[in-house]
């Protein structure tokens, strides 16, 4: 489990992000570099990190179903992930 001050951090860097998606986007195509070094540094979706949805981990993330791999096998042993099944051969 995650610490709750960086969940909180990265939610925080998610809203400043959405707050400023419009104009760096408009600063982007009108070549005004000046201007983008002028916003916040956390205005940047690169500064956002995939985390687990469940436990908030950030390492071994599985981006097409949102969650790190051990929460990932917890649901799925339990059958809460639809077509997900343990491989045997």
Do not use: H, Q
């Not at 809203?15 to 570099?33: I, N, P, S």
């Not at 690169?46 to 687990?52: A, E, G, K, T």
């Not at 390492?59 to 059958?79: D, M, N, P, W």
């Amino acid at each position: 489990m995650a610490k709750k001050s960086w969940v909180e951090r990265n939610k925080k860097k998610a809203a400043v992000v959405k707050k400023y998606a419009v104009l760096r986007a408009e600063l982007k195509a009108k070549g005004d570099y000046v201007g983008l070094s002028k916003l916040p540094r956390n205005a940047s979706p690169v500064r956002l990190v995939n985390r687990c949805a469940i436990s908030g981990r950030r390492r071994a993330f599985i981006r097409k179903f949102g969650v790190s791999r051990l929460t990932f096998r917890e649901l799925a042993l339990s059958g809460m992930i639809p077509g997900v099944t343990k491989a045997s051969w």
